[in-house]
Nanobody, 120 residues
Framework: QVQLVESGGGLVQAGGSLRLSCAAS????????MGWYRQNPGKQREMVAV???????NYADSVKGRFTISRENAKNTVYLQMNSLKPEDTAVYYC??????????????WGQGTLVTVSS
């Protein structure tokens, strides 16, 4: 079994910062892609930021220049540094990973989500 456990959510004022962490554990051979997604009630889950094993990143236009994704491969952990937060960043943030349990077998795994609330 592979699990992703997020931490770091909470309540912050507009303009403030938060750092989310997501640690993968279990039967892991390697992790190709890790990322952060967010969702509000009644809306589709949207990609926030993704990082692949080589270090390439991709961001949603709405967070470019404010959010930074990074990872520590040795710890199977991905981070999301969120600066200049806006009320519209309020959402449940989910960690996602494409995890190889063997060299030939991969599963997509989601974390349980962590709530980020930005007050105006």
């Amino acid at each position: 079994q592979v699990q992703l456990v997020e931490s770091g959510g909470g309540l912050v004022q507009a303009g403030g910062s938060l750092r989310l962490s997501c640690a993968a554990s279990g039967s892991i051979f390697s992790i190709n892609r890790m990322g952060w997604y967010r969702q509000n009630p009644g809306k589709q889950r949207e990609m926030v930021a993704v990082i692949i094993s080589g270090g390439s990143t991709n961001y949603a236009d709405s967070v470019k220049g404010r959010f930074t994704i990074s990872r520590e491969n040795a710890k199977n952990t991905v981070y999301l540094q969120m600066n200049s937060l806006k009320p519209e960043d309020t959402a449940v943030y989910y960690c996602n990973g494409l995890v190889y349990k063997t060299a030939f077998s991969a599963v997509e795994v989601w974390g349980q989500g962590t709530l980020v609330t930005v007050s105006s």
